[in-house]
């Protein structure tokens, strides 16, 4: 593809996992390609997108209420970890055991521990 110049065009900034950007530099020594944008652009030249069809679950907004004290947990780690609280959530919820606690065992004397 000819490399276009022109005070039109503009980056355009995406996150790409690590095994996404070796293929861009893989693909750019196999196709002789100069640049990672070269790439992006050949990418979408020949993908069919009226073929493409979203492969994630429909996600629904919802609100909670947290402690202050919690929320700024939540902000503490977010940052520590570059990723956005909701990404914290949602881990945090697929790796939440939904059962029961265990009902406490009668002590020896019949009554139940606390």
């Known amino acids: 593809m000819p490399v276009h110049k022109s005070s039109n065009w ?15 530099d893989a693909a750019r020594r196999i ?4 640049t990672q944008s070269e790439v992006v652009r050949t990418a979408i030249g020949q993908f069919d ?7 994630r679950p429909i996600h ?3 609100s909670v209420r947290l402690a202050p004290e919690l929320r ?3 902000r ?7 990723v956005s609280i909701g990404e914290l959530l949602r881990v945090a919820l697929e790796h939440l055991t939904a059962t029961k ?9 019949g009554r139940r521990r606390k």
Request: aromatic share 6%.
């Open 101 to 109: 606690p265990a009902a406490a065992k009668p002590a020896a004397n």
């Open 76 to 82: 503490r780690v977010a940052r520590s970890k570059n």
């Open 10 to 24: 503009a980056p355009l900034t995406f996150d790409l996992t690590q095994p996404q950007v070796a293929k861009i």
């Open 60 to 62: 629904r907004q919802i």
């Open 49 to 55: 997108f009226s073929s493409y069809a979203a492969k």
């Open 72 to 74: 700024e947990k939540l």
């Open 31 to 34: 196709l002789g390609l100069a």
